[in-house]
């Protein structure tokens, strides 16, 4: 009788740890510093969210801005931005980051990562938020969220070295699979 209750305490707390971790990674913070989640965010279309930090690939940004022109029409698709701030919501970071980010993506609706830490790089060494949870080192990296169903892409996956020009097919592979699922 007493394994049983342990067993049920453990399922119960390892699901309370689940569905409070799933939440942290579904929430961004918009301009003005409201908390945002990606449902709410998606409006019931596909959305491909590009992950951007002030280290990253300029030659790749632009090469995603042309890919997202050609698909984003065909595939009912929306585009947004997730940036990085240097700790917890600051107004100011968040607009100085917006002017940053808007030179390389203009047209995208901007949002950033809520975590616990303070600037640190790697990102993936943030406590909590998108970048920690995927890892991101690199920039730009991807991830594609429909109906709940997340899809991540690196950095590395999207412009392997020994296959130039190839993010297009990769990109456009994800979008067919995301949008696959019911």
């Known amino acids: ?5 342990i067993y049920v305490i453990c399922l119960l707390q390892f699901l309370i740890f689940t569905f409070c971790h799933a939440k942290e990674i579904s929430q961004v913070y918009d301009l003005k510093g409201n908390i945002k989640t990606l449902e709410e965010i998606s409006e019931n279309k596909p ?6 930090s002030t280290y990253t690939c300029i030659s790749c ?3 995603l801005n042309a890919i997202f022109d050609s ?3 065909k595939y009912n698709l929306k ?10 919501f600051d107004i100011l970071d968040a607009y100085e980051q917006k002017n940053i980010i808007k030179k390389y993506f203009p047209d995208y609706q901007l949002y950033f990562d809520i975590h616990n830490s303070t600037d640190i790089w790697p990102p993936k060494n943030l406590q909590g938020g998108f970048f ?12 594609f969220f429909n109906k709940g169903l997340k899809e991540f892409v690196s950095y ?3 412009f392997p070295e020994e296959k130039h020009n190839n993010s297009f097919s990769i990109i456009e592979e994800k979008i067919k ?6």
Request: aromatic residues 12%.
């Open 61 to 63: 940004n632009e090469e």
């Open 79 to 88: 585009v947004i931005i997730i940036g990085r701030l240097k700790g917890k």
């Open 177 to 182: 699979n995301i949008l696959s699922y019911k």
């Open 47 to 52: 959305l491909i969210i590009v992950f951007f």
């Open 156 to 158: 590395d996956k999207l």
């Open 132 to 143: 920690q949870f995927y890892k991101v080192e690199k920039f730009p990296a991807i991830l």
């Open 1 to 5: 009788m007493n394994k049983n209750r």
């Open 71 to 73: 698909l984003c029409g």
